[in-house]
Nanobody, 122 residues
């Protein structure tokens, strides 16, 4: 079992920044990595970013490229999502998730956190 706990969400003005954290505990996959997803009201949960456990591979959704950065601290078993130049359309509940292989597909992720709300005001 893998337990994931997100933190760092909140209310920020457009153009501002937030940094989300996801602390993992329990077993860790020997491969794969961690992803961030988000879900806005009335919309499907969508992929945001992925990082491999080794840190050598990262993927981003086109909508966040150049603004968001995913990183990890292996010693702390924590993954981060630095979000800059935030826009009102970034408003959503953000979830971290763990997968056994590198993937951007929601259904491939086995473990999910409870989510943290990010609200960007215009």
């Amino acid at each position: 079992q893998v337990q994931l706990v997100e933190s760092g969400g909140g209310l920020v003005q457009a153009g501002g920044s937030l940094k989300l954290s996801c602390a993992a505990s329990g077993r860790r996959f020997s491969s794969g990595g961690m992803g961030w997803f988000r879900q806005a009201p009335g919309k499907e949960r969508e992929f945001v970013a992925f990082i491999s456990w080794s840190g050598t591979s990262t993927y981003y959704a086109d909508s966040v490229k150049g603004r968001f950065t995913i990183s990890r601290d292996s010693a702390k078993k924590t993954v981060y999502l630095q979000m800059n130049s935030l826009k009102p359309e970034d408003t959503a509940v953000y979830y971290c998730a763990a997968a056994r292989f590198a993937t951007t597909t929601r259904g491939d992720y086995e473990y999910w956190g409870q989510g943290t709300q990010v609200t960007v005001s215009s």
